[in-house]
Nanobody, 127 residues
Framework: QVQLVESGGGLVQAGGSLRLSCAAS????????MGWFRQAPGKEREFVAA???????YYADSVKGRFTISRDNAKNTVYLQMNRLKPGDTAVYYC?????????????????????WGQGTQVTVSS
């Protein structure tokens, strides 16, 4: 059974940093794409970042230059380093995994590309 467990969320002041982790179990994900999404209250879930198995990285325009996605295949873990946080980054952040292996297409931000989801971790940025 595949499980994705996020951690690292919390309360931080604007301009601060947080690093989110997503630990996967039940399968090795080294050959799968992984992603991060977020959902703020009253808003739809939106794409944040993704990393392919190659690895290539993809970012939403709103976080480009501030967030960095990375992966440690030995630990079956994906990270999201978030710097220069803004109040607008406040949301529940979800980790996701693509069940396809060796996928060579790009991740254009659609959640349909991902099949497995974590429970989410809250990130709150105060002004």
């Amino acid at each position: 059974q595949v499980q994705l467990v996020e951690s690292g969320g919390g309360l931080v002041q604007a301009g601060g940093s947080l690093r989110l982790s997503c630990a996967a179990s039940g399968r090795a994900f080294s050959n799968h794409g992984m992603g991060w999404f977020r959902q703020a209250p009253g808003k739809e879930r939106e794409f944040v970042a993704a990393i392919s198995w190659i690895p290539s990285t993809y970012y939403a325009d709103s976080v480009k230059g501030r967030f960095t996605i990375s992966r440690d295949n030995a630990k079956n873990t994906v990270y999201l380093q978030m710097n220069r946080l803004k109040p607008g980054d406040t949301a529940v952040y979800y980790c996701a995994a693509d069940r396809r292996i060796y996928y060579r297409g790009s991740y254009d931000g659609g959640s349909a590309a991902f099949d497995y989801w974590g429970q989410g971790t809250q990130v709150t940025v105060s002004s």
